[in-house]
């Protein structure tokens, strides 16, 4: 006996196709125009459309550490709620994920408690101060699935060459938090119009770009796969851009609040608005969805980073950065990119599923006969306002709260479980 998702749409060429899949042992058994019910359970999705479970690259759990932000099992929980059914961990715990034993406790975790798969990313630098490198092969060993110090940069240039020389020997990819202290520091928002309205310390964008301009170069010497994470300044998709023209190995990720927020949008002395790298200005904001559009930004990451009530509500200057992101992508990104034209429903679906499996040599992402019954279904119909009350998140720090979005995912499954269900079910 299987589950039969009975009169899907499922995205095929780029248009809708109304088919049946069947889910057999965890797997895709069958994907057909007309499935037998058999003994099967049955669930009816006349015309809801059904997609691989999303790959989001980028995620903070805070555990270990920091659980009064968030757990493993609050985070997966919000992850199968807005739809993901794979997620990366960043190291930035406490203790940072700079050994094979904290690798190994957060898998023994993830299996425990979890609610999606979860891949822990290791640090490049021990505890992340920027000073010794970890032991790349032991993490590798231990299963993780690329190295970075997000949250802060890498400011020593020689550091970073030797990483990305030890990364490209065992196959791993450096995933940058791009960001020189000496132009940062001290900064809470964007160095532009918020910022001189409010007289606060900007960030200017050069505090970005120049780390990637520098990094760039470094991934060429090396040949390792450089991946920036949540891009924001023209600049800094300039510099991506280049790179790529020039066959170095260069890859990167935007967030959707990036996409679709600048600083003239930030409506006053709300920390709920601060994050890092900060929103920048419009034209910068052009830019991002200009280089989504022609393939300079690879895919889409939340950087889902939930913080306590508390800690936002000490101001914009002393609040920690972050908003969480999990379980309002995918309707923000439709809504606002797709329903307005910027891009397909296909480009959508493909930057957060297809591609960063691809770009991370991931076996899942993909709706296929024979792959993992990693599942979401969307209800493009639906339409309902955020409310972070509702979010299965410990962290209900987002600056959407209100926004009424369309799109939203109602059911996943991983490896043929189901994780989060708001659909009706009937048993055949």
Avoid at 14 to 22: G, N, S, Y
Avoid at 148 to 167: F, L, P, R, T
Avoid at 355 to 368: D, S
Wanted: hydrophobic share 40%.
């Amino acid at each position: 006996m299987g589950i039969l998702f009975k009169n899907a749409h499922v995205l095929r060429d780029h248009e809708q196709q109304k088919l049946d899949v069947l889910i057999e042992n965890g797997k895709i058994k069958q994907i057909n125009r007309a499935i037998s019910e058999g003994d099967h359970e049955v669930i009816p999705l006349n015309g809801k459309l059904l997609l691989p479970g999303f790959v989001d690259m980028h995620v903070h759990l805070r555990e270990p550490g920091f659980e009064g932000k968030e757990t493993i099992a609050t985070g997966t929980l919000a992850a199968a709620k807005g739809g993901f059914t794979t997620i990366a961990c960043m190291p930035n715990t406490k203790p940072v994920i700079d050994s094979s034993e904290v690798v190994q406790w957060i898998k023994n975790k993830a299996r425990e408690v979890g609610n999606v798969r979860v891949l822990p990313i290791g640090a490049i630098t021990i505890r992340e101060l920027g000073k010794e490198l970890t032991d790349f092969s032991s993490l590798k060993a231990a299963g993780v699935v690329a190295l970075s110090d997000d949250g802060v940069g890498i400011q020593d240039a020689a550091m970073m060459k030797e990483a990305m020389n030890q990364a490209a020997k065992i196959g791993l990819s450096i995933v940058a938090h791009c960001e020189d202290d000496s132009l940062a520091k001290g900064g809470c928002v964007h160095e532009g119009v918020f910022s001189r309205k409010f007289g606060l310390k900007g960030i200017p964008s050069e505090a970005e770009s120049i780390h990637i301009a520098r990094d760039v170069l470094l991934a060429e010497a090396t040949g390792v796969h450089y991946h920036v994470c949540h891009i924001s300044t023209k600049e800094s998709v300039r510099a991506v851009r280049e790179a790529k023209k020039n066959g170095i190995y260069v890859t990167a990720e935007v967030s959707p609040h990036h996409l679709l927020l600048c600083d003239e949008d930030i409506p006053g002395l709300d920390p709920n608005y601060k994050m890092n790298p900060p929103l920048r200005g419009k034209e910068d904001r052009e830019a991002l969805i200009e280089g989504l559009i022609d393939g300079t930004i690879d895919i889409i990451a939340t950087d889902h980073a939930p913080h306590m009530k508390e800690e936002k509500e000490r101001g914009m200057e002393k609040s920690p950065f972050g908003i969480v992101g999990l379980e309002t992508a995918f309707p923000l990104l439709y809504t606002h990119l797709v329903e307005k034209g910027i891009i397909s429903l296909a480009k959508l679906v493909d930057l957060v599923t297809v591609r960063p499996a691809q770009l991370f040599q991931l076996p899942w992402g993909k709706l296929v006969e024979g792959a993992s019954a990693d599942l979401t279904v969307v209800n493009l119909a639906k339409e309902k306002e955020v409310n972070p009350s509702e979010f299965a998140s410990k962290g209900k720090n987002t600056p959407f709260t209100g926004w009424k979005l369309q799109g939203w995912p109602e059911f996943t499954m991983v490896e043929g479980k189901i994780i989060w269900n708001e659909l009706e079910r009937r048993e055949a």
